[in-house]
């Protein structure tokens, strides 16, 4: 329930993000409310891997994932028609569905004493400079019974993941978005599950690539990313991507056989702007920008959620201080530039040619150098520390 009409910080977003900047700032003391569009949490497209550098984020947020029955990770696969590679993690990674997570989230931000307001969408986000604003952050909000209502904010943080606010698209020219991402949870068999159990498997293919990793209620995330053309060129139907998928890698192909969909259809989202980075040079108008607003990591990395804790972490901190969100987004530029730039690179390079995979073969520590170089700030870790099989 709102209490107030306005508010310190209007959070627009309740997803990871979102909610962990909520935490933050209102056990900090202030007043913040956080609009969340659904009403309840719901399956997102995500690979929904939990990075070592990220745990600690949650815990401290107040989150112990492996009370939520969060499955560990312990080694990471490389996988095109059969297994190329593997390197052990050098501490344990944990895997548990953003359903769960976005709700033990909320939960928390909730019991921190911020303001939660969930089927509200937002329809417009006015600057402080509008002359409807009074020198405020001033958000329309309208729920699905089509009840409108108008709050205002000292400053306004905008974690709304791959989804642009209308009126605050990112600006994503130089960025990879050629590819569609599509989500199955499946049951697999008893064996393949067993087999599969505490590892990360990334399957290339010609234009595209996948993450393979258990998650709770025994189940397994396969989360696909397949170039627009090529998805176009099969009619954008799943079943025939994943007939695909499974010709192209014999290795999943196994891993399906006698796994059952547990969802209806497959989630899907286009148009993933992969690269993005925010700039600078939207200066005082523009709301802070968290997660995948301020920075988008390719799916191979599997740090999107690190990015958005750990952006969360530094936009609290940085606000608590007084400083300004342009402030806030230089550091970001400067902080993921390199980081984005080089896994971009990547994923393009083996979106277009998957064969590279077998360069871990012959470079055996190739594997552990992406890893490393791709970790959140400050988190990164040493490739010596990373066990390598091949």
Known sequence: MI???????????????????AIQLAEAGRHCVVIEKAKTTQHKVCGEFLSPETLPLLRRAGIHPENLGAQTIHSLRIVAREMLAEITLPSKALSLTRRTLDEALLERAKQAGANILRGFTV???????????????????????????????????LATGKHDLRGWQRQTNRSQNSLVALKMYFRLSPEQSAQLAGNVELIF?????????????NAANL????????????????????????????????????????????????????????????????PWRLGDQAAVIPSLCGDGMG?????????????????????????????FGRRLYFSTLLSRAIVAMP?????????????SDIFAATRVPGASIHTETLGMRC
């Open 123 to 157: 329809e417009r986000l006015l600057p402080p400079a509008d002359e409807e604003s009074r020198g405020l952050w001033r958000a329309k909000i309208t729920n699905a019974s089509h009840i409108s209502m108008y709050i205002s904010g000292s400053e306004a943080f």
């Open 355 to 367: 064969a590279l995979a077998h360069i871990t073969r012959v470079w055996p520590s190739a594997l």
């Open 205 to 217: 293919y010609p234009g595209g690539y996948a993450g393979l990793q258990p998650v709770e209620g």
């Open 307 to 335: 990015i958005a804790l750990h952006t969360a972490r530094r936009a609290a901190e940085l606000y608590l201080r007084g400083k300004s969100a342009a402030v806030f987004h230089d550091e970001v530029r400067h902080q």
């Open 3 to 21: 209490l107030s009409l306005n508010h310190d910080a209007l959070v627009i977003g309740g997803g990871i993000a979102g909610s962990a900047l």
């Open 223 to 286: 989360c696909a990313l397949i170039s627009r053309e090529k998805l176009r060129s099969m009619g954008s139907r799943w079943d025939r991507l994943l007939e695909y998928m499974r010709l192209q890698s014999p290795h999943l192909e196994r891993r399906l056989t006698g796994a059952e969909s547990l969802l209806g259809r497959p989630l899907t989202l286009s148009s993933i702007p992969y690269g993005f980075s925010v700039e600078s040079s939207f200066g005082t108008e523009s």
